[in-house]
């Protein structure tokens, strides 16, 4: 009986792979046409997560290459995503793939799950930040919700991904299901109306729910797929009531931002011609909000307004990224306020902006707006060469406007952050030929989310 069901759940697969090729070469107005700079992008990029993720535990580390970092579990799920992308590319083998993949699900399963501070996780949640060789709590973080939805997306991909009948592809499914239908969404919510961002030993739930548009979209819909601790469909309402509609720099589109927010949920779900209730009052889709809040940027770098140094048409993008560091000093005549790490970003309710550039901003967008983010890609590796673009492709950011005597040409990170070099790699892949979001489409758990959200048309039809 389970072979039988193995080998229609491959027929299925080969079906849509087969839909996502015929698709190939083609962007949103039916036109593509290939650079191979993506290859070299994505490869180096891809090359990240299968060098820096621990063979044993298979958790990647927040970023590289500091000293030390501990393990995002939300890079977790962007390497988990990564891998079969590798395989796609001829970069690593399918057996390669699934040792590493069953790895890591295996030791996820293994860890502890209860209320104690140094545990892993509780509820089937883990904290934001977990030690890389023994997987436990670290920086006293938060039992983040997010990081746990996003680490379930590349969960639930490779259990879509690896479904030949053999002994470790049948494990990583059952232990992929394992993972996904143990996260207790109901308890998340805290006898409130939406998921709260997060819970710890010492304080308790966060007094914050999610709500308004931001990059906790795939949040919901995993939480309303769910099995086992499925959310009432209320919670998409609260999702969606503070929404923000606005027009920013000629293009009106719901506002964030940072461009993270439109892009994480889309990394695995294709949202084009699918509609929730808001967005049919819209008369657009999620998909095509992301392109118009990636347009905003641009026109918002070459207006330039705080004037900053090398701001174009075709060197911007502004999300959350890594910074020089808080201070503050004169530089041109101006005084200038820098932060370190932060959420970065124009838009109609707020702005912060202190000159620094993040490539993944812009790699992120590129199948929601090829024509003006493989131009700008190639900028700003042509004007700032090594010094942004190294072993691992882009490094997370720079701030060509921060010049003191120790960085005479500007400041130039040397981490790369995993939760933005996933970004990179897999959306390349589906601008390519839509892989990751093809095989997504079949996966019963974001079908039923997706659903009872109250989405409907498109590729969801007859689903």
């Not at 500091?66 to 796609?88: C, D, H, Q, R, W």
């Not at 140094?118 to 983040?144: M, P, Q, V």
């Not at 049948?170 to 961002?197: E, H, P």
């Not at 005597?405 to 990170?413: K, L, R, S, V």
Request: hydrophobic fraction near 35%; include cysteine; proline fraction near 5%.
């Amino acid at each position: 009986m389970q072979t039988k069901k193995n080998i229609i759940i491959i027929f299925i697969q080969i079906i849509f792979v087969t839909i996502g090729c015929s698709q190939q070469n083609k962007s949103t107005d039916g036109s593509f046409q290939w650079d191979s700079f993506l290859d070299t992008l994505q490869s180096r990029t891809l090359q990240f997560f299968l060098d820096v993720t621990d063979s044993n535990t298979g958790l990647t580390p927040d970023r590289w290459a500091s000293l030390y970092s501990p393990s995002s579990v939300a890079a977790v799920g962007f390497a988990l995503t990564s891998y079969p992308i590798s395989v796609e590319r001829g970069i690593i083998t399918r057996n390669q793939a699934a040792q590493r993949v069953l790895n890591t699900l295996r030791f996820l399963l293994s860890l502890e799950q209860s209320e104690k501070p140094d545990a892993s996780g509780y509820k089937g949640f883990y904290y934001h930040f977990l030690t890389i060789k023994e997987g436990k709590r670290t920086w006293n973080c938060e039992l983040s919700t997010i990081d746990t939805g996003l680490l379930m997306a590349g969960v639930l991909f490779c259990q879509t991904y690896f479904v030949q009948d053999t002994n470790i592809e049948n494990n990583i499914r059952q232990f992929a299901d394992s993972l996904y239908r143990r996260v207790d969404w109901q308890w998340a919510m805290a006898g409130r109306n939406g998921i709260a961002l997060g819970w710890t030993p010492e304080r308790g739930f966060h007094s914050d729910i999610w709500d308004g548009y931001d990059e906790a979209m795939i949040l919901y819909i995993l939480a309303l797929g769910s099995p086992t601790y499925p959310v009432p469909e209320f919670v998409w309402e609260t999702w969606t009531k503070p929404y923000l509609w606005a027009n920013f720099y000629g293009y009106k589109f719901l506002s964030f931002a940072p461009l993270f927010g439109h892009q994480f949920s889309h990394c695995w779900i294709d949202f084009k011609g699918i509609h929730d209730e808001y967005m049919r009052g819209k008369g657009i889709d999620y998909f095509e909000n992301s392109r118009r809040a990636t347009y905003s940027q641009q026109a918002y770098a070459k207006e330039n307004p705080a004037k900053f140094k090398d701001y174009s048409d075709t060197i911007w993008g502004f999300t959350a990224c890594d910074g020089s560091k808080d201070t503050s000093f004169i530089i041109d005549g101006k005084r200038r306020k820098f932060e370190g790490y932060a959420a970065r970003g124009p838009s109609i309710d707020w702005t912060n902006d202190d000159g620094t550039i993040a490539p993944t901003a812009v790699g992120g967008s590129i199948p929601f707006a090829p024509e003006i983010c493989i131009p700008t890609l190639k900028a700003i590796r042509n004007k700032y060469d090594n010094l942004v673009f190294r072993k691992y492709g882009f490094i997370d950011a720079f701030n060509p406007t921060y010049r003191t005597p120790e960085h005479p040409n500007g400041w130039f990170d040397n981490d790369y952050l995993g939760i933005d070099q996933g970004p990179i790699a897999i959306m390349i892949e589906n601008y390519r030929n839509s892989f990751v979001w093809n095989l997504m489409k079949i996966n019963p758990y974001i079908i039923k989310g997706l659903r009872r959200a109250g989405f409907k048309g498109g590729w969801l039809e007859g689903k």
